[in-house]
């Protein structure tokens, strides 16, 4: 039998133009990641987020959903050596958390909407 299917470590997401600077910052002032756009020939550029394991692209389109919709979506997880200082830097610059009534975990969203949570990098050793 064949090995079952294995998730990569990419991801497409999409956030409406008006978040574009909004999310640029984030990345790259909040969690430490690199952002490029790229001419995608797409009505917005493309960016492309780099982290420390994986990268993913951002599609900023006029019909994504609106910030308070976007919880439907997936949900991404940010692996960090050091979780606390990271939720401590997420404080700081204001990024909205909260829990869900079926997970003991903390969850953020990003500027689009976006719901994520921070995990120690030991949990994927």
Known sequence: MADPAALSNRLHLFAR???RDA??????????CTYDEVDGGLEHPVAIVRAARGAFSIEYRDDAYAA???WRGAWIEFAVDDREAMQQRLREAGVPEFRHPGSAQLYYRMPNGQVFRVIP???LR
């Open 17 to 19: 133009p008006s978040h």
């Open 23 to 32: 999310m640029r910052v984030f990345f790259t002032e909040v969690l430490d």
């Open 68 to 70: 308070d919709e976007t």
């Open 121 to 123: 990098n030991a949990v």
